[in-house]
């Protein structure tokens, strides 16, 4: 893609981003996928596709769930030296996953 078009697509996603929350009810109920949606739209538009950018967007969410469980679990009568012990190690073992 000519850097022109490049960048007046990544502009009018970012306008996108900063403005439809704003305006549009549906979006703002369902913020988490329109910024999922205009993720992959950017990174598609900018062409920087790789196995590494996948594989970090697929065990983030997983890390930053099990920080929160834990907090619940800790909130449940868990010890919370147990959770997080529970937690490092299935991040431990996803980080080893080799793709």
């Not at 890390?63 to 907090?71: C, D, E, G, Q, R």
Request: glycine share 8%; with cysteine; aromatic share 8%.
């Amino acid at each position: 893609m000519s850097e022109p078009w490049l960048t007046g697509g990544l502009l009018v996603i970012m306008v996108l981003v900063l403005t439809l929350p704003f305006f549009s009810h549906r979006v703002e109920k369902q913020l988490e996928l329109f910024l999922f949606l205009i993720g992959i739209l950017s990174v598609t538009i900018s062409g920087l596709w790789s196995r590494h950018l996948v594989r970090e967007a697929l065990l983030d969410p997983i890390k930053i769930t099990l920080a929160i469980k834990s907090s619940e679990w800790a909130r449940v009568g868990v010890p919370l030296g147990l959770a997080l012990m529970i937690g490092c190690f299935v991040v431990l073992l996803l980080t080893q996953i080799r793709p």
